[in-house]
Structure formats: C-alpha cells, structure tokens
T-cell receptor, first 114, second 110 residues
C-alpha cells in the first residue's frame, strides 16, 4: 500500500493563478481532510469529507474548493492564489467508524505564492 | 468553538533528560490523539486515548488522559536524539472533526 500520496511536493504560483493539489489514498478510508500548516499555527482544517459525494468546510475554507467523486481521491483547488496561501498543505485520511481513528498523513505539498 | 492549547511551545533538553508536554481543551473530549512530526516531515500518529484517566505506554513514552477528559500529557523518559520533532495533541468533541494543538517542538542535544 502506498498510503496517502500528495502531488506535487513543491509548487510556486503567481498571485491570481489557480491550481489543484492532488491527494489519493489506497486504504479504502472514508474520511479524508486537508490541513494547512503555518509556523506557530499548528494544523488548521481547510475542508473534509466523510465519504464520496460529501464534503464540508473546516476552520479556514475561504479561497479553497474541494470535491470527492471517488473514495480514493480528494483534490484541493486554489481558485485565485494569494500570498496568504503560502503554506505547507497536508492531506490526511482515516478509516470509517463512529470514532475517529488515527489519521494517516501524506508527505505534504509546500506551496509558495509570489 | 473547541480550542486545544498545548504547552510548552518549545523545549530544549540534554540527551537523557525527561520531557513532558501538556494539552488542555476548553471542552470535554471524546478522545485525544498524539502525533509526532520530524523536521521537514509529516505528522505520524502515535496513540489514541479514549477512557477517563487512561494511561498508555509505548517504550519510553507515557500518555495520560485526564479524569475530566479535558487534558492530556505526553512524557518521554530519558530522551534520545531520535526524539527530536514536534509533538501535537489533537482532540475530538463528540463526533466532530479533530482539533489540533499548536504543538511542542522538542530539541535534544547530545
């Protein structure tokens, strides 16, 4: 099993550009989520999904869109990149159940917006 | 909304010394999880605590969940250089999403 795979690992965008961060998992996990990590801010939840076709907003959703058409994939779209979106983005997944199990994180995408 | 506070933000110890990080929630938690992130890496799940007063051990690491299920701690006995990284707690209230603390960065000098 590859676990959670994120692409790309690094990206530089110009202000106003759009892009999609890819996240795929091969563990048949129903729950998937996106976090951003900034120095001194910990991990902040952007969007999450409890299954295919279902998504919801987290703590910091503005400027980001998600969709979940399959169990395996959960892409994060930046609509119009801003310097404030410079961050490290992590995708995470966990198995189904009434209580959250430990999350499996991807290796991250380091995004710089200039 | 739910808040999870973690202290200290940073700690520098000599190899062999003990280390403890504390996590406090503004609300009663259904469970709490601990993660470790090595420099330049991604968070890795360590453990989950569910029961009031629960204590779990993993080799030199001891995890505790408070009686009121609003606080938790991670204690490392006799630190090693391999323990370097940032330790995060993450709490869940009911069936809500996990809320992460800001982490404690541990530096261990040989």
């Amino acid at each position: 099993n590859a676990g959670v795979t994120q692409t790309p690992k690094f990206q530089v965008l110009k202000t106003g550009q759009s892009m999609t961060l890819q996240c795929a998992q091969d563990m048949n996990h129903e729950y998937m989520s996106w976090y951003r990590q900034d120095p001194g801010m910990g991990l902040r939840l952007i969007h999450y999904s409890v299954g295919a076709g279902i998504t919801d907003q987290g703590e910091v959703p503005n400027g980001y869109n998600v969709s979940r058409s399959t169990t395996e994939d959960f892409p994060l779209r930046l609509l119009s990149a801003a310097p404030s979106q410079t961050s490290v983005y992590f995708c995470a997944s966990s198995p189904p159940g009434t209580r959250i199990h430990g999350y499996t994180f991807g290796s991250g995408t380091r995004l710089t917006v200039v | 909304g739910q808040q999870v506070m973690q202290i200290p933000q940073y700690q520098h110890v000599q190899e062999g010394e003990d280390f403890t990080t504390y996590c406090n929630s503004s609300t009663t938690l259904s469970n709490i999880q601990w993660y470790k992130q090595r420099p330049g890496g991604h968070p890795v799940f360590l453990i989950q605590l569910v029961k009031s007063g629960e204590v779990k051990k993993q080799k030199r690491l001891t995890f505790q969940f408070g009686e009121a299920k609003k606080n938790s701690s991670l204690h490392i006995t006799a630190t090693q250089t391999t323990d370097v990284g940032t330790y995060f707690c993450a709490g869940q209230e009911g069936y809500s999403t996990l809320t992460f603390g800001k982490g404690t960065m541990l530096l261990v000098s040989p």
